[in-house]
């Protein structure tokens, strides 16, 4: 097993492991100081059953749901579908437009996921890609009276699944009544620390990061507008391009990530598994 680093903001590959085969404790122990030191690591050229790519993900930690039960796939309710395929009906077989904006996974939820594993079985020859962006960067690079003015302060995060749905060109379906139900959203800190590396990291996104609790409408968006800069500033950002049977592991809890566009004749069919977190501090 080898582990080369793709950018020194973020990101390394993983050649020569076979995540379905398992990992004995000492490959156990380099990959997990490899994700700790690169935030998102590449395992290149898998080629994972369902109930592997399950298993290699709960190496980490228990897998979470996801609240659009109609796009996990059929008899894997822990594998969430990413695809532009059709079904037989022309239905959609998973999220197309899965993540077009810069966010941080399920952060609307009071436990959100420490991780994320989504793995390529189709991509397309252009485009596509997805953006990691390191949020111990991104905090890193905020001048001191930013960070002063930060600590402590919390901010509140929902799914705004409603315009994400009546974009244009969005062939998501609306909530069912039981899904917005679950949908309450959550309070977390603007800075959290990395339970493993003890980093400091910005966790505000655009995505899901609606205001800053306790402070003026206003002056809310200012502030989230200004650390939103930092956050997304080319000088943090990693671009995967993907190969196919990439399996690709990113930490959920000092990344962003977003997913770039890929033409609508191409297939980009990929299947992720989300691993449960803890309360943000
Ligand atoms: C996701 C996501 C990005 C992509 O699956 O969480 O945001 O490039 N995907 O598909
Ligand atoms: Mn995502």
Known sequence: ????????????????????????????????????????????????T???????????????????????????????????????????VGIEDAGRYW?????YEAVPPMGSLLYGLEVPPDGGDTLFASQYRAYDNLPQDLK???????????????????????ARKPLTEEQKKQ???????????????????LYVNPGF????????????????DALFGYATDDAVVYRHKWHVRDLVFWDNRCLMHHATPYPAD????????TVAGSIPV
């Not at 897998?63 to 579908?81: A, D, F, R, S």
């Not at 966010?103 to 952060?107: G, L, Q, Y």
Request: aromatic share 6%.
């Open 266 to 273: 191409s297939i980009r069919h990929m299947n992720r598994t």
């Open 183 to 201: 949908l309450v959203g959550a309070v977390h800190p603007i800075v959290r620390t990395h339970p493993d590396t003890g980093r400091k990291a």
């Open 148 to 170: 002063d003015r930060v600590a402590g302060l919390k901010a509140h995060h929902r799914f705004n699944y409603t315009q994400i749905q009546t974009e244009d060109g969005s």
């Open 50 to 92: 369902p109930d592997q790519h399950t298993a290699f993900s709960k190496r980490w930690g228990d897998i979470n749901g996801h609240i659009l039960t109609q796009y996990l796939l059929p008899g894997y309710p822990e594998l969430l579908v990413v695809s532009n395929k059709k079904d037989e009906n022309g239905e959609p």
């Open 1 to 48: 097993m080898q582990i080369n680093s793709l950018s020194d903001v973020c990101g390394a590959e993983v050649v020569g492991l076979d995540c379905g085969g398992g990992m004995d404790p000492e490959q156990f122990q380099a990959v997990r100081s490899a994700f700790n030191a690169h935030s998102v690591l590449i395992f290149r050229d898998q080629h994972l």
């Open 103 to 107: 966010h941080t996974d399920v952060s």
């Open 209 to 224: 990061t609606d205001r800053i609790v306790d402070m003026d409408e206003g002056e809310s968006q200012k502030l989230l």
